[in-house]
T-cell receptor
């Protein structure tokens, strides 16, 4: 596709349930990033994938959060046992080879509401 | 990681140039300066980036001081649709390459 695609665009889930959020990066982009943004807050880095390297998980807020990237393309962010404080928009981004000034492009996000 | 400092908010009259400053005094030699903006809670939109030289594209101009410790994003003719939060970001290190967002500048363009 032309841009970073995320699904679902909106998700309402009950507290305690697991959710999966999907990201399709721009074709050919080797780097993939997840961020989240709570209402009225700034963007919080979660995790970063680059090629076959071990992902940078330093931003994941708890062990309820995990992400994987299969085949170097599509990524899934999983939140287990969701809590109300997990309500936020989850943004995915991708870029070409890092370290060379390449631009990072963002998707429109997946809005998660935990009730 | 280099940190950036931006004013919390700015106003600009429609049709006038909007000049958004950013301080990044601890930037290292191989770190780029990036500008993004976010309208409401849409995904951040890339505007422009630079290393040492001034840059211009169809959206904006980026002026980087000679010592690279500060920069200014210029929107030459601001419109109401340019109302957004503007983020100045220094790329977080040569290897990790992730963007670390600060609080940004909320630009309000008024008629």
């Amino acid at each position: 596709g032309a841009g970073v695609s995320q699904s679902p665009s909106n998700k309402v889930t009950e507290k305690g349930k697991d959710v999966e959020l999907r990201c399709d990066p721009i074709s050919g982009h080797t780097a993939l990033y997840w961020y989240r943004q709570s209402l009225g807050q700034g963007l919080e880095f979660l995790i970063y994938f680059q090629g076959n390297s071990a992902p940078d998980k330093s931003g994941l807020p708890s062990d309820r959060f995990s992400a994987e990237r299969t085949g170097g393309s599509v990524s899934t962010l999983t939140i287990q046992r969701t809590q109300q404080e997990d309500s936020a928009v989850y943004l995915c981004a991708s870029s070409l080879v890092p370290g060379s000034g390449n631009t990072i492009y963002f998707g429109e996000g997946s809005w998660l509401t935990v009730v | 990681d280099a940190k950036t400092t931006q004013p919390t908010s700015m106003d600009c009259a429609e049709g006038r140039a909007a000049n958004l400053p950013c301080n990044h005094s601890t930037i290292s030699g191989n770190e780029y300066v990036y500008w993004y903006r976010q309208i409401h809670s849409q995904g951040p939109q890339y505007i422009i980036h630079g290393l040492k030289n001034n840059e211009t594209n169809e959206m904006a101009s980026l002026i980087i001081t000679e010592d690279r410790k500060s920069s200014t994003l210029i929107l030459p003719h601001a419109t109401l649709r340019d109302t957004a939060v503007y983020y100045c970001i220094v790329r977080a290190g040569y290897n990790t390459d992730k963007l670390i967002f600060g609080t940004g500048t909320r630009l309000q363009v008024f008629p």
